[in-house]
């Protein structure tokens, strides 16, 4: 047959999707502009409807709707730890260990190097 890569299943996407949607975590403004946050807004709205696993879309668009829930964008600290809760409320559904949100700059931005060195200072 064809020695090529078959298209990604449900995991295979989810797991390209996180490394994404952190990454947009971890290089958005430390502090955003109204502009920046409204267009940010608008991609997770947009998002939420096009994404390729139809009832991952639907549940993920129920979530940003929540009032408690709602994107929280006016930072990149605020935005990095609500995307972290968002994946873990997706990590709860499908049974999987939750994240620490303390940790999500070591994961997404910052790299482990410092971490030790940090809790012993
Ligand atoms: P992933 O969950 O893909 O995570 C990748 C890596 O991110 C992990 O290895 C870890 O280092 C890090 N990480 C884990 N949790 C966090 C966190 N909270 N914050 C920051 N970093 C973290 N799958 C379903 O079966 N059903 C669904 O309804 C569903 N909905 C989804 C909705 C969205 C919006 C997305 C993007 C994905 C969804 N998925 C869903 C896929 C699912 O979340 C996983 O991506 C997939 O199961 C692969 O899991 P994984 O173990 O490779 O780790």
Aim: charged share 30%; aromatic share 14%; with cysteine.
């Amino acid at each position: 047959g064809y020695s090529q890569i078959d298209p990604p299943d449900v995991t295979e996407l989810g797991r390209s999707t996180w490394t994404f949607l952190h990454s947009l975590a971890a290089t958005y403004p430390v502090t955003a502009s109204t502009t920046q946050q409204s267009e940010m807004l608008q991609f997770l709205t947009i998002f939420s409807k096009i994404y390729p696993c139809w009832f991952c879309a639907k549940d993920f668009k129920t979530y940003i709707e929540k009032e408690e829930t709602k994107p929280k964008v006016k930072t990149q600290e605020e935005f990095g730890r609500w995307l972290c809760e968002a994946h873990n409320e997706v990590n709860r559904k499908v049974g999987k260990k939750e994240f620490d949100c303390g940790l999500w700059r070591e994961r997404w931005k910052d790299g482990w190097d410092d971490v030790e060195k940090k809790s012993k200072n």
